[in-house]
C-alpha cells in the first residue's frame, strides 16, 4: 500500500539538502519572451486555459507530498503549494469517454506524460506553483509543474503547459522511448515495461556474446555462460544476469540501470566508459558476485547494493578486494552502509569474506 511518508521498495532517501534534477534541465529557451498559460483542452464541455495571475489566484492548497523517483532516490513530505488538478477539471466538466489525460511540457522535445484520469482522480495531482513557500525554481519545473503524489516521479510533468483530455492512452516521453513502465507505482515497482524482444531474438544475441549498442528491456540470462560478452554502449536497464558467467565481460558506457548481477561471476569485467560515457549501474545488485580485478572507474553506482541491508534476501556479500576499482565519488554516492562495506572490502588482500546468509 502506498504509505505517506515511508520508503517503498528498493528506494533511499537523497541527502536532506538535496533535491537531485532528473531529465531536462530547462523549459524551451526559444520561448522566454511568451507568457505562460496553461490550457486544459481536449474532451471536455469547454476548453479553458490559466494565466500564472490567474492560477495564482485559485484557491491554493498547501501539501507535503513523497518523491520517488525510478533512479531510486526519495525524498519525503516535500512541502509543496499550489491548485488541485481536479480544481481545473471541475472548470472544464470532463465529456463521458474521456478516460486519459496526457500532460505537455513547454520543453524543447515537448516533453510529456499521461495519467488515467480515473488514477488522476483518485492521486490528486497537485498543479505546482510554489515549493517551501517560494515560487518553483526553474530547474524543478518552475513557473508550473504537476506534482502527481503515488507513482514515479516521470509521471510528474516539469513546466507545465498543456492537459489533453483523450479517450486513448498517449504514451508519454519516458514511457515509450525509454521502457519505463506505464503504471509507474512505485509500491509495487512499476519500473519498467517487460521484454521488448523475443526470448528467440535475445537468445541469438547472446550466443554471438555481443550486445554492444543493443537496447534490450529486462534482457533474461540468469546462470548463462557469457564470459567476454561485449556489451559496450548497451541499454540493458532491468537485465537479469543473475549467476551468470561474465568474466572479462565489457560494459563499458553501458546503462544497466537496476541491472541483477547477483551471485554473477564478473572476474576482470570492465564497467569504464565508452566515448566520454560512463557505465549507469544505478540500482543494480551485486550481491554475491565475484567482482574482483572488475574496473568500475568513471561508473555512477547511486543505489547500488554489494551487501545484505537487512538480511532478508538470501544473498550474502559481494566478493571484492584491491584489484576491484571503484572511484571515491562513486563511493560517497552508496549508503552508509554500503560505503563501510566497499571501503573495508577494497582495503583487504585476496579472497574477501563472502557470508552467505
Ligand atoms: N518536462 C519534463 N518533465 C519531466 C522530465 C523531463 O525530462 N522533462 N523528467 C521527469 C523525470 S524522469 C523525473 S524523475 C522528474 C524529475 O524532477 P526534478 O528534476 O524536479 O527532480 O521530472 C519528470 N518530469
Ligand atoms: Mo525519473
Redesign the pocket.
Same mark, same amino acid.
Given at each position: 500500500m502506498a504509505e505517506q511518508g515511508s520508503l517503498p521498495p528498493h528506494q533511499q532517501l537523497a541527502a536532506p539538502d538535496k %533535491?537531485? &534534477? &532528473?531529465? *531536462?534541465?530547462t523549459?524551451d529557451p526559444h520561448r522566454h519572451q511568451e507568457a505562460w498559460q496553461v490550457r486544459l483542452a481536449g474532451l471536455v464541455a469547454t476548453s479553458c486555459s490559466w494565466t500564472l495571475a490567474e492560477l495564482a489566484a485559485l484557491p491554493q492548497v498547501s501539501r507535503r507530498i513523497d518523491?520517488h523517483? &525510478?533512479?531510486r532516490w526519495s525524498k519525503l513530505a516535500m512541502p509543496f503549494g499550489g491548485v488541485p488538478l481536479r480544481t481545473l477539471l471541475d472548470r472544464c466538466q470532463p465529456l463521458p469517454e474521456a478516460r486519459y489525460l496526457s500532460f505537455i511540457?513547454? /520543453?524543447a522535445?515537448g516533453? /510529456?506524460?499521461s495519467l488515467a484520469l480515473a488514477d488522476a482522480l483518485t492521486l490528486d495531482p497537485l498543479v505546482v506553483l510554489r515549493h517551501q513557500d517560494q515560487p518553483l525554481t526553474p *530547474?524543478?519545473?518552475g513557473p508550473v509543474?504537476i506534482i502527481v503524489p503515488g507513482r514515479?516521479? $516521470?509521471? /510528474? &510533468?516539469?513546466?507545465?503547459e498543456e492537459i489533453q483530455v483523450l479517450e486513448d492512452d498517449q504514451l508519454g $516521453? %519516458?514511457e515509450s522511448e525509454a521502457g $519505463?513502465h506505464n503504471e509507474a507505482d512505485p509500491w509495487k515497482e512499476q519500473r519498467y515495461i517487460v521484454p521488448n524482444l523475443s526470448h528467440t531474438e535475445a537468445y541469438a544475441l547472446l550466443q554471438r556474446r555481443d550486445l554492444s549498442g543493443r537496447n534490450v528491456l529486462g534482457l533474461r540470462a540468469e546462470r548463462q555462460n557469457l564470459a567476454g560478452l561485449q556489451a559496450r554502449g548497451a541499454i540493458l536497464r532491468d537485465a537479469h544476469f543473475a549467476e551468470a558467467q561474465l568474466s572479462n565481460a565489457c560494459f563499458d558506457g553501458a546503462n544497466l540501470s537496476n541491472a541483477h548481477f547477483e551471485g554473477a561471476n564478473l572476474h576482470g569485467a570492465s564497467f569504464r566508459s565508452f566515448n566520454g560515457i560512463g557505465a549507469d549501474v544505478e540500482g543494480a545488485n551485486f550481491r554475491g558476485a565475484d567482482l574482483r580485478a572488475v574496473d568500475f572507474t568513471a561508473a555512477s553506482l547511486f543505489g547500488v547494493t554489494f551487501c545484505p541491508e537487512d538480511g532478508s534476501e538470501s544473498w550474502g556479500s559481494a566478493i571484492m578486494d584491491h584489484t576491484t576499482r571503484i572511484d571515491e565519488e562513486a563511493i560517497e554516492k552508496l549508503t552508509p552502509l554500503q560505503q563501510d562495506f566497499v571501503r573495508k572490502a577494497l582495503r583487504s588482500s585476496g579472497f574477501y569474506l563472502n557470508e552467505k546468509t
Open positions: %533535491w537531485p &534534477v &532528473v531529465g *531536462e534541465k523549459a518523491l523517483c &525510478v533512479t511540457a513547454r /520543453s522535445r516533453h /510529456s506524460t *530547474e524543478h519545473g509543474r514515479y516521479l $516521470y509521471k /510528474s &510533468v516539469k513546466w507545465l $516521453y %519516458w $519505463y
